[in-house]
C-alpha cells in the first residue's frame, strides 16, 4: 500500500435521485436545479485528507435509467465502495436502492463498504417548515418524515450499510458521507 496517497474506487448507485448532484456537489461544490440525466455513466476524482493521509476518491457516476441495468457490474465490479441513494421524496426511489444492496450484497466485493444516502433532505426540511407553519396536516407529515428516516435506518443496520441523510443542494452530509467511507475503508 502507498504510504501518502491510497487509491479508492467508489461507485454510485440508483435512479433519478441525485447521483450526480452529490458528485458535483462533492468535486466541484456546485449544484444544478436542471441536472440532465446521465448517459452510461460520468467518471470524477477528488481527494479528502482523512487524518494523516490523502485519500483519492475515483468515482463512477453511473446511470439510473432501467436501460443502463446491465452496465452497473462493470463499475461495481471491483469498487471498493458504493453509496445506494434514494430520494426520500421518493419511495419507490427506496425500494430500487434495496435492489441494488441486494445484487452488490450478490454480485459485489464481499469486502466492499456500502453507504445508503437518503438524498434530498432539504426537502424534508421544507416539509417540516410547511407542517409547522399550517395547521393542516402537522402530526401526519411529521411522522411520516421520522417513519421513514428509521425504517431507512434499521434497513441499513440488517444489512451491514451505514446511513445518512444527504443534500447535494445544501451540501447536508455530502462530504461527511465520503469522509466516513474513506475511514471505513482504512480500517479494512
Ligand atoms: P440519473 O443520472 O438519471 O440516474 O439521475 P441522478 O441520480 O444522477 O440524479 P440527478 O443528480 O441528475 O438529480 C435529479 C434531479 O434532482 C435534478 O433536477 C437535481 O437538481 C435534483 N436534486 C438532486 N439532488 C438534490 C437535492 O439534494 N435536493 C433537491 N431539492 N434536489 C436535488
Ligand atoms: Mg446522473
Redesign the pocket.
Same mark, same amino acid.
Given at each position: 500500500r502507498p504510504c501518502c496517497h491510497d487509491i479508492l474506487r467508489v461507485l454510485?448507485g &440508483?435512479? $433519478?435521485? $441525485?447521483? /450526480? *448532484?452529490?458528485v458535483?456537489r462533492f468535486v466541484k461544490g456546485q449544484? +444544478?436545479?436542471?441536472?440532465? /440525466?446521465?448517459i452510461g455513466a460520468a467518471f470524477f476524482s477528488q481527494t479528502l485528507a482523512v487524518n494523516d493521509a490523502t485519500v483519492k476518491f475515483e468515482i463512477w457516476?453511473?446511470?439510473?435509467?432501467e436501460r443502463y441495468h446491465s452496465l452497473a457490474p462493470m463499475y461495481y465490479r471491483g469498487a471498493a465502495a458504493a453509496i445506494i +441513494?434514494y &430520494?426520500i421524496s421518493n419511495q419507490a426511489s427506496f425500494e430500487r436502492a434495496k435492489k441494488w444492496v441486494q445484487e452488490l450484497q450478490a454480485q459485489g466485493n464481499p469486502n466492499m463498504v456500502m453507504a445508503l444516502a437518503g438524498?434530498?433532505?432539504?426537502?424534508l426540511d421544507a416539509r417540516k417548515v410547511a407542517a409547522e407553519a399550517s395547521s393542516s396536516f402537522p402530526a401526519i407529515v411529521t411522522r411520516r418524515n421520522v417513519r421513514q428516516w428509521h425504517e431507512a435506518q434499521v434497513y441499513a443496520q440488517e444489512n451491514g450499510l451505514f446511513f445518512m441523510e444527504? *443534500?447535494?443542494?445544501?451540501a447536508t452530509n455530502v462530504n461527511d458521507i465520503f469522509y466516513e467511507i474513506a475511514k471505513r475503508l482504512s480500517q479494512v
Open positions: 454510485l &440508483d435512479v $433519478g435521485a $441525485g447521483k /450526480s *448532484s452529490l458535483l449544484f +444544478v436545479e436542471f441536472q440532465e /440525466s446521465t457516476d453511473t446511470a439510473g435509467q +441513494v &430520494d438524498n434530498k433532505a432539504d426537502l444527504t *443534500s447535494a443542494k445544501t
